[in-house]
């Protein structure tokens, strides 16, 4: 009987510190998962506020004045443009090509 009672006893002392094992893994593991989602909520933000600036950089507004200013464009219009024709071919003849 006392095997038995020794044996018993030694199945609950480990029982009972695989238990607290286990909680203290679930917990750990808990903390890792909740730190996990803080970053994904953070990231979440990050790709949110660069969306917002990526739409603010390429606004219209933005492009037309920093073409204007860096690149110096500006609109055309008939006194600057330049209008260039290409010669009429005939009809019924082949266009020639300079072959060296």
């Known amino acids: 009987m006392t095997r038995i009672n020794a044996l018993l006893l030694l199945a609950v002392v480990a029982t009972a510190i695989y238990l607290v094992r286990v909680q203290y893994e679930s917990r ?7 730190k996990a989602h803080s970053q994904a909520r953070h990231l979440a933000m990050d790709v949110e506020r660069l969306e917002v600036e990526k739409r603010a950089q390429a606004s219209p507004g933005r492009v037309e004045r920093l ?15 330049t209008y260039m024709s290409y010669p009429a071919e005939q009809p019924g003849s082949t266009a020639k090509t300079d072959t060296p």
């Open 28 to 34: 750990r593991l808990f903390s890792e998962l909740d």
């Open 67 to 81: 073409a204007r200013e860096k690149l110096d464009m500006r609109q055309p219009n008939p006194a600057i443009t």
